[in-house]
């Protein structure tokens, strides 16, 4: 089994910043795919940015130019670095993992972590 575990969720006031983190964890495993997704109250979850395993981003265009994805391979660890965060960031923010374990491959999700973005 892998186990995706984040952290760095808060409340914070609009145009500050956090830092998101998501580590995986298990046995005979490797990580393809990384990402952030995320989900408000009465919407869909939606993609906020990936990252694969040679370092190729890819963002949603309301989070362009402010949020940045990074990965520590070495770690099996994902960032996101959101600044300049608005109320409408707001929201259950979860990591995704494509893993391949003993020649299989499937997607793991981590628990959440909650951003709140209020004055």
């Known amino acids: 089994q892998v186990q995706l575990v984040e952290s760095g969720g808060g409340l914070v006031q609009p145009g500050e910043s956090l830092r998101l983190s998501c580590a995986a964890s298990?046995?005979?495993?490797?990580?393809?795919?990384m990402g952030w997704y995320r989900q408000a109250p009465r919407n869909q979850r939606e993609l906020v940015a990936t990252?694969?395993?040679?370092?190729?981003?890819n963002y949603a265009d309301s989070v362009k130019g402010r949020f940045t994805i990074s990965r520590d391979n070495a770690k099996n660890t994902v960032y996101l670095q959101m600044n300049s965060l608005k109320p409408e960031d707001s929201a259950v923010y979860y990591c995704?993992?494509?893993?391949?374990?003993?020649?299989?491959?499937?997607?793991?999700w981590g628990q959440g972590t909650q951003v709140t973005v209020s004055s």
């Open positions: 995704n993992a494509g893993v391949t374990r003993f020649g299989t491959w499937g997607a793991y």
């Open positions: 298990g046995r005979a495993f490797s990580i393809n795919t």
């Open positions: 990252i694969t395993s040679g370092g190729s981003s």
